[in-house]
Structure formats: structure tokens, C-alpha cells
């Protein structure tokens, strides 16, 4: 009978306590969701990161929407090319001429890309305030331009689409 007599409250208690972390959970979460039900939510950083108004966003989406296909392209010749380069490595003994014409050609995709990818951060820049501009023009040349990444490249030298490049 005395076990009983706890039941009630102790299941009202854990009702309780998962209402609780299911609301602290809806309401911490809230920002996360809305920004990827937005449009271009791998864009939405930008906003929030840089102060932008609606208008600037809209106009750094539209550049972005511009580019994308563009830088993709790139990244798929550039990882096609390290693959070929990686493979001609990793079967020959010394290095040769066909080493080195692929070396070369890697470097050149490099270089194209990365030329394309300071224009599209200028473009970009012009949607902000100049001292927001300023920020974002240094964060894109210390991780990206002086880093030497390239967004849709994996560390292998591997492709990845939009889909698995957020995933990560």
C-alpha cells in the first residue's frame, strides 16, 4: 500500500521534468530551426556575423547564387586533378615530367580558384558596412585565401557536394 502512495507523485514529477526539458528544448533550438528552414541557410551566418539588413542579405544571396556553380565547377576540375596527381604519386618511384605537368596544373586550379574567390569576396563586401566589410574580408583571406582551402574540397583531395559538405 505505501509503495502506492509514491506512484502518483513520482509520475507526475517525471511527467513533469520531460515537459520541462522538452520547452527548454523547443525554446533553445528556436533560432537553429529557423535558420534552417530559411533560404540559403549555409548563408545565414553571414547575417547574423556581419549585421546584415535584409536588402544586404538578399543581395549577398543573389552574388552567392551567382557564384556557387561557378566555384563548384572549379572544385570539381581541382579534386579531379589532385586525384590524378595522387595517384600518379603514389605510383611512381621518382618524380618525372608527367608529375610535374600535373603539379603544375594543380597549381594553376589552385590559383584560378582562389583569384575567383577574392572577386566574389570584393562583390560581397560591397552589401556591408564598411567595417563589417573589413571583418569579412580578413576572415575570408586568413581561412580560405591564406589557408588554402577550398569549400568544396575535402582534406583527401575529394569532391563534396552541398549536401555533404554541411553534413560534416
Excluded at 572544385?75 to 618525372?96: F, K, T, V
Excluded at 582562389?114 to 563589417?132: F, I, S, W
Aim: aromatic share 8%.
Amino acid at each position: 500500500m505505501t509503495n502506492r502512495r509514491w506512484m502518483i507523485p513520482t509520475l507526475v514529477g517525471l511527467v513533469a521534468v520531460a515537459l520541462v526539458y522538452l520547452a527548454t528544448l523547443y525554446i533553445t533550438t528556436r533560432p537553429a530551426r529557423a535558420m534552417m528552414s530559411a533560404d540559403m541557410p549555409q548563408l545565414h551566418w553571414l547575417k547574423q556575423e556581419f549585421q546584415l539588413s535584409d536588402q544586404a542579405y538578399q543581395q549577398a544571396v543573389a552574388k552567392y547564387r551567382t557564384f556557387d556553380p561557378q566555384c563548384q565547377a572549379r572544385c570539381r576540375e581541382l579534386a579531379a586533378a589532385q586525384q590524378q596527381l595522387r595517384s600518379l604519386i603514389e605510383n611512381r618511384s621518382e618524380i618525372d615530367d608527367e608529375i610535374n605537368a600535373v603539379l603544375a596544373h594543380v597549381e594553376k586550379l589552385r590559383h584560378r580558384g582562389r583569384e575567383a574567390t577574392l572577386a566574389h569576396m570584393y562583390d560581397v563586401a560591397k552589401c556591408m558596412e564598411p567595417n563589417q566589410a573589413q571583418r569579412y574580408q580578413q576572415m575570408v583571406i586568413l581561412r580560405i585565401i591564406l589557408e588554402g582551402r577550398q569549400p568544396h574540397i575535402d582534406g583527401l583531395g575529394n569532391y563534396l557536394p552541398h549536401g555533404q559538405l554541411y553534413a560534416e
